[in-house]
């Protein structure tokens, strides 16, 4: 059974750093792309970053390029976010998600970790 | 950047009624067009994928049709569980977009 558990949201200040963790298990994780995808409190689905299989290629949605960091750990296992500058509009839950391409559906999601930007 | 419209925003049904849910792409995606449901509280779950085809396990009510940019999920028969939001992405292109959503409301 596929399960992703992403950890690591809380409260943080603007220009405050962040780092999300996605533990995954049930599939081998190094064939599949994975993303995070992040939903502002009663808003829409909002496409935040992707990165490939092997880790080679990253991709980020222009609102956070330049201050998120998409990364994974083939060996654990685990996806990471690094969140950095962030801004009262980063306040949301941010999902983990499993794809099998960059640019395929995502066939599986975490339950998602809040992030509240606040001062 | 492409850009995903849904309509219409709410959508008011009465169970056992068909509902038909609409998506339009800013330009064409082809067939690479999903659907998603979500409930409250809960992620997102997959419904349709390549524009008409059921994900694993989703019911036979759910159907899904177009291409290039117009794009439509039947819901042929409302059942109480499927009150929700859905949602339609594009994944033919890098950014990926998700529309803003129809909730499928109780009438």
């Known amino acids: 059974e596929v399960q992703l558990l992403e950890s690591g949201g809380g409260l943080v200040q603007p220009g405050g750093s962040l780092r999300l963790s996605c533990g995954a298990s049930g599939f081998s994780f190094s064939t599949y792309a994975m993303a995070w995808v992040r939903q502002a409190p009663g808003k829409g689905l909002e496409w935040v970053s992707g990165i490939t299989g092997g880790g080679g290629d990253t991709y980020y949605a222009d609102s956070v390029k330049g201050r998120f960091i998409i990364s994974r750990d083939n060996s654990k296992n685990t996806l990471a976010l690094q969140m950095n500058s962030l801004r009262a509009e980063d306040t949301a839950i941010y999902f983990c998600?499993?794809?099998?391409?960059?640019?395929?559906?995502?066939?599986?999601w975490g339950q998602g970790t809040l992030v509240t930007v606040s001062s | 950047e492409i850009v995903m419209t849904q309509s219409p925003a709410t959508l008011s049904v009465s169970p056992g009624e068909r509902a038909t849910l609409s998506c339009r792409a800013s330009?064409?995606?082809?067939?690479?067009l999903a659907w998603y449901q979500q409930k409250p509280g809960q992620a997102p779950r997959l419904l349709i994928f390549?524009?008409?085809t059921r994900a694993t396990g989703i019911p036979g009510r759910f159907s899904g049709s177009g291409s290039g940019t117009e794009f439509t999920l039947t819901i042929s028969s409302l059942q109480s569980e499927d009150f929700a939001v859905y949602y339609c992405q594009q994944y033919n292109n890098w950014p990926l977009a998700f529309g803003g959503g129809t909730k499928v409301e109780i009438k």
């Open positions: 998600a499993k794809t099998t391409t960059i640019v395929t559906p995502i066939d599986y």
């Open positions: 330009q064409s995606v082809a067939y690479n």
């Open positions: 390549g524009a008409s």
